[in-house]
């Protein structure tokens, strides 16, 4: 506290980030960051500070640092290999853990719904419009939308916004880089979640099977950053 009468810039600052506070009507904003991962973490600040978002960094699970212990218990080596044909790298299975932790922390919380980012994502400026609109859109019958996928999708109904409109995915989608999702598509998730079998995308993309309502975005709202994953990779 004795910091902020001594400094008057800092004591600004910080009447600022209280104002911004007060003032949120947006969902919770997360965003996974390794902590090694410095450059990613300013560029995501960066984009989200300019469109005058308020957001959370989640410390993400560095599969690399995981006891083995903890890994047999939660993980399926079975399963997964009955899936796939192959394990699960510890990177693959240190991202899967990082978006449960949200979703567990989304049911700890009571948070209605949340917005999930990865680090490695470029964001454009109708990001802030769509982040706007999600109280009104929280009546739509969507549980999960995912805001970027390679998976082929066809688009729906009225804009959304502006152009974008809803899509239907036509089989399981990839990629957990952006999504936004309600507590009832966390509570799906998490019941299928354990044991670990899949990657993150693996766990999200399966609509058909967690029952989840998933939805896409047409045209996306983000973009890929030309990175390798720092937590994902195979």
Known sequence: IWKCWLFPTFRINSVIFLFKLLMITHPPIYVINLPTSIKRKEEMEKQLSKLDLVFTFIVAVDG????????????????TRKLHGRELTRGELGCSLSHISIYERMIKDGS????VLEDDIYIGNSFREFIDLLPQLQSDDWEMINLISDTRSTPFGKPVF???RYSLFHSSSNRTAAYVIKQSAAQKLLRYAYPIRFASDGLTGRFRETGVRLYGLSPNIVALRDVDSDIGSR
């Open 64 to 79: 690399r640092n995981l006891d083995q212990l903890y890994i047999d218990k939660y993980y399926s080596s079975r399963e």
């Open 112 to 115: 209605n719904y949340a917005v």
């Open 162 to 164: 502006d152009i974008h």
